[in-house]
């Protein structure tokens, strides 16, 4: 069974900076596919950046693009966010999610099978 662990979600000051990670564990991942998603009160699960865990390749939302960077750590089956300049806008519950190969890196959430419970990011103004 897949299990998804996040941690490292806070309180920052805009323009500021948090790193979040996703603990994997439950098989070998290396021909699948993390990513992480957010939820703001009142609105729809959105994507925020995936990766494959072999090889890298990456996929982000126009949103965060030039300020979330996404990686894995292959020998501690962990995915890292890191997350900088951020706006209030980004204010939010993240979610890791994880799936089996694809041929594209999908962005709609319902295309993902493993999700964690969350870790909420709060930026002040």
């Known amino acids: 069974q897949v299990q998804l662990v996040e941690s490292g979600g806070g309180l920052v000051q805009a323009g500021g900076s948090l790193s979040l990670s996703c603990a994997a564990s439950?098989?070998?991942?290396?021909?699948?596919?993390a990513g992480w998603f957010r939820q703001a009160p009142g609105k729809e699960r959105e994507f925020v950046a995936a990766?494959?865990?072999?090889?890298?390749?990456?996929n982000y939302a126009d949103s965060v693009k030039g300020r979330f960077t996404i990686s894995r750590d292959n020998a501690k089956n962990t995915v890292l966010l890191q997350m900088n300049s951020l706006k209030p806008e980004d204010t939010a519950v993240y979610y890791c999610?994880?799936?089996?190969?694809?041929?594209?890196?999908?962005?709609?959430?319902?295309?993902?099978?493993?999700w964690g419970r969350g870790t909420q990011v709060t930026v002040s103004s």
């Open positions: 990766i494959r865990w072999s090889g890298g390749s990456t």
């Open positions: 439950g098989r070998t991942f290396s021909n699948y596919i």
């Open positions: 999610a994880a799936r089996g190969p694809a041929w594209v890196i999908p962005s709609d959430p319902s295309e993902y099978a493993y």
